[in-house]
C-alpha cells in the first residue's frame, strides 16, 4: 500500500471501517445486476419444473428468500443464494402429526393423515401427479427424507435436461440471454450453478413444508414459547439428510431474522467475523455457527449493547466468544442447546483455531493504537508487512 494512503488510517476503529467499506460491503452494481439474473432464471426454472411434472405444479410451490444475502449477511460478493421452495400438500394441516420425541434435537417425524393416502389412490388426484407419493412413507405414514430428494432432484432433472446441451452445461434462454446451467443435489438443497459472462451464480434451491404455531411437533426440544414467534408464527421443515430417514430439520428462518435485524452494528461485525474465518482458514467454523454466537449474545445483550459500542470492541469482544467457544468445543444450537453445533469438528482442529485466534487478538489489542495495520493482516489477504 502506498505511504501516502497509510497515513488517512490512524486508529483501530478507521481500520474496520476501512475494511468494512473495501471488503465487507457488496458492490450495489453487482448486486443490481445478480438480482435481476436470479428472479429472472429461477421464475424461468420453476415453470420449466411445473411443465415436467403434474405433481410439483400440484403442491403450489411458492419461493421465500432466505440465507446470508437476503439476510443482510453475506461477505464478498453477491453470487450465493440459499431459496426456500416451499411446496403445500393439499391435506388438512391440521391432520398431519409433527412427533419428535423419536428424533434428535431439532428435527421431526411428519405423520401424514389418512386424506394423504386417499391422494394416491383417488383416480383425479392420481392423475395430477400424486400417484408419485404411494412409496414417499413408511408402514407408520412418517414421511421419507429420502424418496421425497429423490422426486424433488428427479423433477429438476427433467425440466432441465430437457434444455440444449453445450459445454457440459444446459443452455437456458431468459429475455434473449443465455445462461449455462450446471445442477446437482447437495444436502437438503438442489444446487444450480448460473453460468454467465460475469461470472458464476450459485443457487440452493430448498424444498421446504411450511407449518404455523400453535402446531409444534410433539416432544420437540424445541422451546417454542421463545418471544421471537409472536410476531412469526411461520417456520418450516427441510429434507436434511441424515442418519435417520425419517427425521425432518426445523427450521426458523423468519425468527432467526427478526433476531438480528434492526440491531446497528451487529451485522457489520459477523460480517467480519466471517472474514477472518474465510482469511485464516477456518474451514469447518460454518457461517450458521458464527451466526448463532451473535443470536445468543443478543439475548443476553440490550438493544443498546450494539449501538453504545464501537466496531473496534465488538469485534474483539466476539472474536472473543468465538475463541472460547472454540477453546470449550461448543457451541449450543440456539433453538436447541442440547445440541452442540461443534460436536462433529475434530477438537484438535478447535483447539487449533482457538489458539491462533488467542494470538490474533491478543495482537490486535497490544497493536492497536501504534499500529491498526495489524488489524488487516488478519482480516485480508494481503502479502503487506506490517510496519515495525
Same mark, same amino acid.
Given at each position: ?111 401424514? &393423515?389418512?386424506?394423504?393416502?386417499? /391422494?394416491? @389412490?383417488? *383416480?383425479?388426484?392420481? !392423475?395430477?401427479? =400424486?400417484?408419485? +407419493? ?72 430448498? &424444498?421446504?413444508?411450511?407449518?404455523? /404455531?400453535? @402446531?409444534? *411437533?410433539?416432544?420437540? !426440544?424445541?422451546? =417454542?414459547?421463545? +418471544? ?161
Amino acid at each position: 500500500m502506498p505511504r501516502s494512503s497509510r497515513r488517512t488510517i490512524e486508529t483501530a476503529e478507521e481500520m474496520f471501517q476501512d475494511l468494512n467499506r473495501k471488503c465487507i460491503r457488496l458492490n450495489k452494481k453487482e448486486i443490481q445486476r445478480n438480482n435481476i439474473v436470479l428472479y429472472a432464471v429461477l421464475e424461468k426454472i420453476v415453470k420449466l419444473m411445473k411443465n415436467s411434472d403434474d405433481l410439483f405444479k400440484s403442491m403450489r410451490p411458492k419461493l421465500e428468500y432466505m440465507g446470508s444475502y437476503f439476510d443482510g449477511l453475506r461477505v464478498g460478493h453477491p453470487t450465493e443464494f440459499d431459496i426456500n421452495l416451499v411446496l403445500t400438500i393439499p391435506v388438512n394441516y391440521e391432520k398431519i402429526v409433527l412427533d419428535s420425541t423419536e428424533a434428535k434435537f431439532d428435527y421431526t417425524y411428519i405423520i401424514m &393423515p389418512s386424506e394423504f393416502r386417499r /391422494l394416491y @389412490k383417488n *383416480p383425479y388426484t392420481a !392423475n395430477k401427479g =400424486f400417484i408419485k +407419493t404411494a412409496t414417499w412413507c413408511d408402514s407408520s405414514y412418517r414421511l421419507s427424507v429420502k424418496k421425497f430428494r429423490s422426486w424433488m432432484q428427479s423433477v429438476v432433472d427433467a425440466a432441465l435436461n430437457k434444455l440444449p446441451l453445450e459445454e457440459g452445461k444446459r443452455i437456458l434462454m431468459v429475455h434473449n440471454q443465455c445462461f449455462g446451467l450446471i445442477f446437482k443435489c447437495s444436502g437438503p438443497a438442489n444446487n444450480i450453478s448460473i453460468h454467465q459472462d460475469n461470472g458464476i451464480i450459485d443457487i440452493d434451491l430448498v &424444498p421446504t413444508f411450511a407449518f404455523e /404455531l400453535p @402446531k409444534i *411437533p410433539k416432544g420437540c !426440544n424445541v422451546d =417454542f414459547s421463545r +418471544t421471537e414467534f409472536i410476531k412469526n408464527k411461520q417456520y418450516f421443515v427441510v429434507p436434511k439428510p441424515s442418519d435417520n430417514d425419517l427425521s425432518w430439520r426445523l427450521t426458523f428462518p423468519f425468527q432467526e431474522r427478526l433476531i438480528i435485524e434492526s440491531k446497528d452494528n451487529l451485522k457489520s461485525v459477523l460480517k467480519l467475523l466471517k472474514q477472518l474465518r474465510d482469511v485464516q482458514g477456518f474451514t469447518k467454523v460454518a457461517s450458521y455457527y458464527i451466526k448463532t454466537l451473535f443470536l445468543w449474545e443478543v439475548s443476553v445483550t440490550d438493544k443498546s449493547f450494539w449501538k453504545a459500542n464501537n466496531l473496534t470492541f465488538l469485534v474483539l469482544y466476539m472474536l472473543n466468544k468465538l475463541q472460547n467457544a472454540l477453546a470449550q468445543h461448543k457451541i449450543p444450537n440456539y433453538w436447541c442447546p442440547s445440541h452442540n453445533l461443534l460436536e462433529k469438528i475434530k477438537l484438535e482442529s478447535c483447539e487449533n483455531w482457538s489458539n491462533r485466534l488467542t494470538h490474533i487478538i491478543n495482537d490486535i489489542k497490544q497493536n492497536k493504537y501504534r499500529n491498526p495495520f495489524v488489524i488487516k493482516e488478519y482480516f485480508t489477504h494481503t502479502q503487506n508487512r506490517r510496519t515495525k
